[in-house]
């Protein structure tokens, strides 16, 4: 599958290269430095294009960039009606510290609100990308970490998850796009975890549920 990432900062690099490890090919694009594409594609066996390009010739797309960077990614993007785009964005100011949309709202249904044709889900951001490289020499083992996916189309959904698999994490269904209200503000719980806390920044997170004798179900 050709995946094309439209963001090539540390989450899109790191999971450009972890899909084509996976047996993908991976289509950078979207970076300051057109070096760093080229490097990323060599690296990868992949390729590099322009955003237009790179929409255009992908089966799937992974939108990685800063908010701030969102409406210039999305017009360069062009015609995005029926892709399938795994969005990882948080709604976050210039300075990381707050979320711009929230509660009421919120970057996923924003995003698919702006650019109603294409196919939202919403995946890998509650996760730092220092997790993937671990997650992903790890994903032979049956305890995987979960991933909170949500989104409104079940076939968008279906591709998500099995790209999410290939990483080495365990999809958790987390119903439609308006749950990104509540998981937006937990991707922030995760990052202060991650970047705030003592430990490192290679964290992930297993939910359970048990049953009334207080056994894992």
Known sequence: M??????????????????????????????????????????????????????????????????????????????LDGKIILNCCVPLNDSDTELVIGTTNSGAETLAEWRSEARWVACFNTCPSESLDVVFSRREQSDRPHLLTYGDDPGAKDTAKALIRDIGFEPLEAGGLHTARFVEPFAMVTAELAYGQPGGAELIYQFSRLDRDGNRI
Not at 44 to 73: C, K, N, R
């Open 2 to 79: 050709k995946i094309g990432i439209l963001g090539s900062g540390r989450m899109g690099a790191t999971l450009g290269r972890l899909w084509a490890k996976a047996g993908h090919v991976p289509i950078f694009s979207y970076s300051r430095c057109t070096n760093k594409l080229e490097t990323l594609s060599r690296e990868t066996g992949g390729e590099h294009a322009s955003v237009a390009e790179t929409v255009a010739g992908a089966d799937v797309l992974l939108l990685a960039v800063h908010w701030s960077q969102i409406e210039d990614v999305l017009e360069q993007a062009g015609d």
